[in-house]
């Protein structure tokens, strides 16, 4: 079975949106984030939840598959609720958005489920979404309570 591992690039406020719908229900270890500082580069390692795979059919089993999560340009990286030093904390990715500021940057928002948030601050939008190796098989599948 040939396994076609996701790969996505995001330029635009649009490409940025496909991504974070893709990152729904994702989950991050605290230290799988490092921020490259010199090299002007913000990792995050998750294990996404596929859900292009669950919405093909009635069938399929719920999988995850580790992907990485890279932003490039980055001017700096400030983040709210998330302890770093906690080394056992997992965060639940909800979404990202991002807001063109006064001086012509990009601040992009990693909201995270408990008001926990990354701020990733750069000069243009390029973030690339890369999933490694092979899925595995998830035995729940996320719940939303829906208003």
Do not use: C
């Given at each position: 079975?040939?396994?076609?591992?996701?790969?996505?690039?995001?330029?635009?406020?649009?490409?940025l949106?496909?991504?974070?719908?893709?990152?729904?229900d994702?989950?991050?270890?605290?230290?799988?984030?490092a921020?490259?500082?010199?090299?002007?580069i913000?990792l995050?390692?998750?294990?996404?939840?596929?859900?292009?795979?669950v919405e093909?059919?009635?069938?399929?089993?719920?999988?995850r598959?580790r992907?990485?999560?890279?932003?490039?340009?980055?001017?700096?990286?400030?983040?709210?609720?998330i302890?770093q030093?906690?080394?056992?904390?997992?965060?639940?990715?909800?979404?990202?958005?991002?807001?063109?500021?006064s001086?012509?940057?990009?601040?992009?928002?990693?909201i995270?489920?408990?008001?926990?948030?990354?701020?990733?601050?750069?000069?243009?939008?390029d973030?690339?979404?890369?999933?490694?190796?092979?899925?595995?098989?998830?035995?729940?599948?996320?719940k939303?309570?829906?208003l």
């Amino acid at each position: 079975m040939d396994i076609k591992n996701l790969k996505l690039v995001a330029h635009t406020d649009e490409d940025l949106r496909v991504i974070s719908a893709h990152l729904q229900d994702a989950i991050v270890h605290t230290p799988d984030i490092a921020n490259l500082k010199k090299n002007r580069i913000f990792l995050m390692q998750l294990n996404r939840f596929m859900w292009e795979d669950v919405e093909k059919g009635v069938f399929r089993k719920n999988k995850r598959i580790r992907t990485i999560l890279k932003f490039e340009n980055v001017i700096n990286v400030l983040s709210k609720g998330i302890n770093q030093k906690n080394k056992s904390r997992f965060l639940d990715f909800l979404a990202m958005e991002s807001n063109l500021l006064s001086n012509k940057t990009f601040e992009i928002k990693v909201i995270f489920s408990g008001d926990s948030i990354i701020k990733v601050n750069s000069e243009v939008i390029d973030i690339t979404l890369d999933d490694q190796g092979v899925p595995w098989e998830s035995k729940t599948k996320p719940k939303h309570k829906f208003l």
